[in-house]
């Protein structure tokens, strides 16, 4: 569960075709899925903040407190006025800390390229950003970071260097990560780096309170997503009778999330019917954790070389600088 938070979207009595489709088809499927990208309405979006500050959720502290003690030296992997180009910036809060440590360290960037897919919010960020920063140039590109999207003009001849913070890359099963990797390290280039965030591989309990909080922040949070559908798609889920359930897949090295119904019942989407059996599950987002070997692993597919893996006391959570070939 890792996300960057973007502003909430505009509310539509309209309904979403795409959003429509993925979720008659995830419903269809066997076992029943939904997609985790479907989390981040407004709701959404605020829960999952709120999530970042349960004492359960360990990633987002555990990850900005790395990037505190190691920012001097990820500002010299970085390099002397090279570009950042944050994937999936959302509001660019992490890269705060890479822009402040660039400037202290390295005499600052070329430019930085927050991408994201919310143009409005993305603008916005970005004229804070220049307000903040008024020697960094600040270049938005609007675009879905799992796709090639065209770069702006950038100053010639500079280091280009990824930042995909948060361990969103866990989101992605194996080989969809290395796939999005190697769309960073064709936007990078060769000679180009990537610094990412990576949850590490640990206990099943700390695994699974993390991703199901004793104040039921994620449980509300994972059924917002019903509640969405509801909205949006003229559904009628008994939001209430899905109950939320994390669980650690050791053979996958992922944490599951699944919406669980205890009784059988019947569910309409868009005049569609789903029938669940009791103990059945819809299946809402996985989280891959790592080990250093798998990180290598999925750095060398992609064509990178992992230099540095900066990591916090407990090694709960790892930051990779690696190096595009």
Same mark, same amino acid.
């Not at 269809?28 to 997609?35: D, N, Q, T, W, Y």
């Not at 190691?70 to 570009?83: D, P, Q, S, Y």
């Not at 809402?284 to 999925?298: A, C, P, V």
């Given at each position: 569960?890792?996300?960057?938070?973007?502003?909430?979207?505009?509310e539509?009595?309209?309904?979403?075709?795409?959003?429509?489709?993925?979720?008659?088809a995830?419903l269809?499927?066997?076992?029943?899925?939904?997609?985790c990208?479907?989390?981040?309405?407004?709701?959404?979006?605020?829960?999952?903040?709120?999530?970042?500050?349960?004492? &359960?959720?360990?990633?987002?502290?555990?990850?900005?407190?790395?990037?505190?003690?190691?920012?001097?030296?990820?500002?010299?992997?970085?390099?002397?006025?090279? @570009?950042?180009?944050?994937?999936?910036?959302g509001?660019?809060?992490?890269?705060?800390?890479?822009?402040?440590?660039?400037? =202290?360290?390295?005499?600052?960037l070329?430019?930085y @390229?927050? =991408?994201?897919?919310?143009?409005?919010?993305?603008? &916005?960020?970005?004229?804070?950003?220049?307000?903040?920063?008024?020697?960094?140039?600040?270049?938005?590109?609007?675009?879905?970071?799992?796709?090639?999207?065209?770069?702006?003009?950038?100053?010639?001849?500079?280091?280009? @260097?990824?930042?995909?913070?948060?361990?969103?890359?866990?989101?992605?099963?194996?080989?969809?990560?290395?796939?999005?990797?190697?769309?960073?390290?064709?936007?990078?280039?060769?000679?180009?780096?990537?610094?990412?965030?990576?949850?590490?591989?640990?206990?099943?309990?700390?695994?699974?309170?993390?991703?199901?909080d004793?104040?039921?922040?994620?449980?509300?949070?994972?059924?917002?997503?019903?509640?969405?559908?509801?909205?949006?798609?003229?559904?009628?889920?008994?939001?209430?009778?899905?109950?939320?359930?994390?669980?650690?897949?050791?053979?996958?090295?992922?944490?599951?999330?699944h919406?669980?119904?205890d009784?059988?019942?019947?569910?309409?989407?868009?005049?569609?019917?789903?029938?669940?059996?009791?103990?059945?599950?819809?299946h809402?987002?996985?989280?891959?954790?790592?080990?250093?070997?798998?990180?290598?692993?999925?750095?060398?597919?992609a064509?990178?070389?992992?230099?540095?893996?900066?990591?916090?006391?407990?090694?709960?959570?790892?930051?990779a600088?690696?190096?595009?070939e």
């Open positions: 569960m890792s996300a960057s938070v973007d502003a909430p979207p505009a539509s009595s309209a309904p979403d075709h795409t959003f429509l489709a993925d979720v008659l995830g269809s499927g066997e076992p029943k899925s939904l997609p990208k479907y989390f981040y309405d407004g709701a959404g979006s605020r829960l999952f903040e709120r999530i970042t500050a349960v004492p &359960e959720y360990y990633p987002t502290r555990t990850e900005a407190a790395i990037f505190a003690a190691e920012a001097e030296r990820i500002a010299r992997f970085i390099g002397l006025e090279a @570009v950042l180009i944050e994937f999936g910036s509001n660019s809060e992490k890269s705060r800390v890479l822009l402040d440590a660039c400037e =202290q360290y390295v005499s600052g070329a430019a @390229v927050p =991408q994201d897919i919310s143009g409005p919010f993305l603008e &916005e960020v970005a004229n804070g950003l220049r307000a903040e920063y008024p020697s960094v140039p600040v270049l938005p590109v609007v675009g879905d970071f799992t796709q090639p999207v065209p770069l702006p003009d950038l100053p010639p001849h500079r280091r280009r @260097v990824g930042f995909f913070p948060g361990s969103t890359i866990g989101n992605f099963g194996p080989t969809s990560a290395a796939a999005v990797l190697r769309t960073f390290h064709d936007t990078v280039g060769a000679g180009g780096g990537l610094i990412l965030g990576a949850d590490l591989i640990k206990d099943a309990a700390t695994l699974e309170a993390a991703y199901d004793a104040a039921g922040v994620t449980a509300a949070f994972n059924r917002n997503l019903l509640v969405r559908i509801n909205r949006e798609l003229n559904a009628d889920f008994p939001v209430e009778e899905f109950r939320h359930e994390a669980r650690w897949n050791a053979s996958k090295s992922r944490v599951e999330m919406l669980v119904t009784a059988a019942r019947s569910v309409t989407v868009a005049n569609r019917r789903f029938d669940f059996a009791a103990g059945e599950s819809i809402t987002e996985n989280s891959y954790k790592f080990s250093r070997d798998m990180l290598d692993g999925l750095a060398a597919e064509g990178f070389t992992v230099n540095t893996v900066w990591t916090d006391p407990r090694g709960l959570f790892a930051v600088a690696m190096t595009a």
